[in-house]
T-cell receptor, first 115, second 113 residues
Framework: DTGVSQDPRHKITKRGQNVTFRCDPI?????LYWYRQTLGQGPEFLTY????????KSRLLSDRFSAERPKGSFSTLEIQRTEQGDSAMYLC?????????????FGNGTRLTVT | DQQVKQNSPSLSVQEGRISILNCDYT??????FLWYKKYPAEGPTFLIS?????DKNEDGRFTVFLNKSAKHLSLHIVPSQPGDSAVYFC????????????FGKGTHLIIQP
């Protein structure tokens, strides 16, 4: 399977703990995106990378959130001091930046539950 | 403030008939529009897209129509099949597209046998 891979699929944590999620994009894709989806809502943009550079961050991304893509391949999203409001599905997507617009390809997400 | 609106949370259609899913947007800077389909426990899957320079794009059973003056687009599925039952998200991007997509809340399409 050469699609976008996310790990873990599910994460249950206690409030105040730190969590880290991993995303492996489609190998030739140079853009990588993180989205968050809560029940009854569409995915909400958090941040994106072109290669290793983080080029855009949403105002939804509080200081407790940090994302990295150190070698321009896989990416990690860390949430520090988790809160119950962080419970959501975290989706990663990738695309290939060319002269034409390329649709985003999503992984199956990491479902975070903060208790 | 919802820039992409899908006002029907759910839609029920009989198998074989046409399904029409609607989407409205408010940001006149949007120039590229996409539809994604999502099954439970999976990520959204790209279905079809349309650029603002066109008013129609067709791919098999799926057709997307864009009315720029009304800031409205629709997805037509004909004939509808049981496997089409899913949540459909409308999404839009502004020029460059690099800052990601803005999604609607989705419409749950249910195809009845």
């Amino acid at each position: 399977d050469t699609g976008v891979s996310q790990d873990p699929r599910h994460k249950i944590t206690k409030r105040g703990q730190n969590v880290t999620f991993r995303c492996d994009p489609i190998s030739e894709h140079n853009r990588l995106y993180w989205y968050r989806q809560t029940l009854g809502q569409g995915p909400e943009f958090l941040t994106y990378f072109q290669n290793e550079a983080q080029l855009e961050k949403s105002r939804l991304l509080s200081d407790r959130f940090s994302a990295e893509r150190p070698k321009g391949s896989f990416s990690t999203l860390e949430i520090q001091r988790t809160e119950q409001g962080d419970s959501a599905m975290y989706l990663c997507a990738s695309s290939l930046a060319t002269g034409n617009i390329s649709p985003l390809h999503f992984g199956n997400g990491t479902r975070l539950t903060v208790t | 403030d919802q820039q992409v609106k899908q006002n029907s949370p759910s839609l029920s259609v009989q198998e074989g008939r046409i399904s029409i899913l609607n989407c409205d947007y408010t940001n006149s800077m949007f120039d590229y529009f996409l539809w994604y389909k999502k099954y439970p426990a999976e990520g959204p899957t790209f279905l079809i897209s349309i650029s603002s320079i066109k008013d129609k794009n067709e791919d098999g059973r799926f057709t997307v129509f864009l009315n720029k003056s009304a800031k409205h687009l629709s997805l037509h599925i004909v004939p509808s099949q049981p496997g089409d039952s899913a949540v459909y998200f409308c999404a839009a991007s502004a020029p460059g597209g690099a800052d990601g997509l803005t999604f609607g809340k989705g419409t749950h399409l249910i195809i009845q046998p």
